[in-house]
C-alpha cells in the first residue's frame, strides 16, 4: 500500500521591498558567523605554547605582548583581514597561504594593485625561534616583520593609523580588542601585537622527520641514505660521500639562524645583507631558511630562480658561484678532489630529496587553528 506523500503549500512570494530586507539579513548573519566569538566565545587566559622538547626552550616573546588565547585569536582574524591593506584585498594570508606552508609559491610575492615585490615570500613556520627576520635579517623581532608588509608601500601600502581607524568601524573588532587588550582602542601597535601573537603559534612539528625522533617511524632505505647525505660533510680522500647540508639547515628545527652566500651569483644582483653592513663580503649574503615543509615552498632562494628540489641540488651539486662572500661551508667542499661544487651523483640526489619530504608535516597545513576563522569559526585549538 502506498503511503499518502505529505503535500506542501507553495511558499508565497515575498513583496520585491521585503525580500531585499531578507537578503540584506542574510548577507549580515553569514557575515557575522566568522566572528566566532559572538556565537561560540573566546577562551581566555595564557596560551599553550605547545612544541617537542627537542626543539628547545629559546624562544622569544616579548615581556610586553605575552601570548593568550584571545590574543591569538583576534591576531587570526587579523592575519587573514584585508582591510589592513590600502586597497581592501590584500590581506597577510596573500602571501603566507596555510595550504603552501605560509608561504605563495610566486617567485615575487604580489602586493596591492598587482605590484611585484622584490623577494620571494618565507615561510612563517616556527618563528617563536627566530630573532631576525625577513631574507636579510633588518627585523630583529616579530613585532617588526608583522608591521613592515602592513605599511610598505609594494605590499598592502597602508599606514598602521588608516588600519587602525578602519577596524575601528567594522563590526565585531571593538569588542575583540577590548577582551583583548581592556579597552575598546584599536591602534597600530596592538594590531601588530596580536598578528605577533598568531605567527608564534604556527609551529611544525609533526613530520616523519620527528616522528623517527620519536622512535615512531621507520624511514625507508631511501630516506636513511638521504639523511646520511644531508649531515656527511664530502672527505673523497677517505671514500666518505656527503651533501654538506646540516651545517646551515641542521638541528631538530632543520634551520639555524646564519646567514650565507650560497654561490648562486659569481656578482650578486641582490646586494642581502650588505646592504645594511656595507661589507663587501656580505654580498649576495641572506637568512638560511628552515627546510621544514621544503616540499611545498616552491620555488626556492631568495628571487625564486628554482622552481624544483632537483634544480636547487642541481645547483649545488654542478653551479656553485666563485665569489668573495661565498660561504666557507661551500668552499672547497666537493665529492672529488679539488672539485668546486659538491658532485652529487643523480641517484644521491633522489636519496636527499627523499629525506626533504620526510619534513613535510601535513597537520601544519591542514590544522583548522591557522586557516581563516570566518570560513571555520567554530574551530579552535587547544591549548
Known amino acids: 500500500m502506498l503511503k499518502r506523500t505529505r503535500q506542501y503549500k507553495p511558499l508565497k512570494k515575498l513583496p520585491v521591498g521585503k525580500g531585499r530586507i531578507v537578503l540584506v539579513l542574510l548577507f549580515f548573519a553569514v557575515a557575522l558567523s566568522g566572528w566566532g566569538y559572538l556565537s561560540n566565545g573566546v577562551e581566555t587566559g595564557t596560551y599553550n605554547l605547545a612544541y617537542p622538547a627537542n626543539f628547545g626552550n629559546r624562544i622569544n616573546i616579548p615581556a610586553d605582548n605575552p601570548t593568550t588565547k584571545q590574543g591569538v585569536y583576534l591576531g587570526r582574524m587579523l592575519f587573514y583581514e584585508p582591510k589592513l591593506s590600502a586597497t581592501n584585498t590584500v590581506s597577510c594570508a596573500n602571501c603566507h597561504k596555510q595550504e603552501k606552508a605560509f608561504t605563495d609559491g610566486l617567485p615575487f610575492?604580489?602586493?596591492?594593485?598587482?605590484?611585484?615585490?622584490?623577494?620571494?615570500?618565507?615561510?612563517?613556520?616556527?618563528?617563536?625561534?627566530?630573532?631576525?627576520?625577513?631574507?636579510?635579517?633588518?627585523?630583529?623581532?616579530?613585532?617588526?616583520?608583522?608591521?613592515?608588509?602592513?605599511?610598505?608601500?609594494?605590499?598592502?601600502?597602508?599606514?598602521l593609523e588608516i588600519s587602525a581607524k578602519k577596524l575601528s568601524k567594522a563590526p565585531g573588532y571593538p569588542a575583540l580588542f577590548k577582551l583583548v587588550y581592556g579597552d575598546k582602542k584599536i591602534t597600530g601597535d596592538r594590531i601588530v601585537k596580536a598578528i605577533s601573537q598568531f605567527e608564534r603559534t604556527l609551529i611544525s612539528s609533526n613530520s616523519r622527520y620527528d616522528k623517527y625522533l620519536n622512535n615512531t617511524y621507520k624511514?625507508?632505505?631511501?630516506?636513511?641514505?638521504?639523511?646520511?647525505?644531508?649531515?656527511?660533510?664530502?672527505?673523497?680522500?677517505?671514500?666518505?660521500?656527503?651533501?654538506?647540508?646540516?651545517?646551515?639547515?641542521?638541528?631538530?628545527?632543520?634551520?639555524?639562524?646564519?646567514?650565507?652566500?650560497?654561490?648562486?651569483?659569481?656578482?650578486p644582483k641582490d646586494a642581502g645583507i650588505a646592504e645594511f653592513t656595507g661589507l663587501a663580503t656580505d654580498e649576495g649574503r641572506f637568512k638560511v631558511p628552515t627546510l621544514r615543509n621544503i616540499a611545498l615552498t616552491a620555488p626556492y632562494m631568495h628571487d625564486g630562480r628554482f622552481k624544483t628540489l632537483d634544480e636547487v641540488l642541481d645547483h649545488y651539486s654542478e653551479h656553485i658561484q666563485e665569489s668573495a662572500g661565498l660561504s666557507t661551508f661551500l668552499r672547497n667542499e666537493s665529492n672529488e678532489p679539488g672539485g668546486t661544487s659538491l658532485k652529487l651523483e643523480y641517484y644521491e640526489k633522489k636519496e636527499i630529496i627523499a629525506f626533504l619530504n620526510m619534513l613535510t608535516d601535513s597537520t601544519f597545513i591542514t590544522d583548522p587553528a591557522f586557516a581563516d576563522p570566518r570560513l571555520r569559526p567554530a574551530q579552535h585549538r587547544k591549548s
Not at 627576520?133 to 608588509?149: C, H, K, Y
Open 219 to 267: 624511514p625507508t632505505a631511501e630516506e636513511m641514505d638521504g639523511m646520511l647525505l644531508f649531515n656527511s660533510d664530502p672527505q673523497p680522500e677517505i671514500g666518505i660521500r656527503g651533501a654538506n647540508c646540516a651545517h646551515c639547515h641542521g638541528g631538530v628545527k632543520n634551520y639555524m639562524e646564519l646567514f650565507h652566500n650560497n654561490g648562486l651569483d659569481s656578482i
Open 109 to 159: 610575492s604580489k602586493g596591492i594593485d598587482e605590484v611585484l615585490t622584490t623577494r620571494s615570500s618565507m615561510s612563517l613556520a616556527n618563528l617563536l625561534w627566530a630573532r631576525k627576520f625577513f631574507w636579510d635579517g633588518r627585523a630583529t623581532g616579530l613585532e617588526v616583520q608583522a608591521m613592515v608588509p602592513l605599511t610598505n608601500p609594494h605590499e598592502m601600502g597602508q599606514s
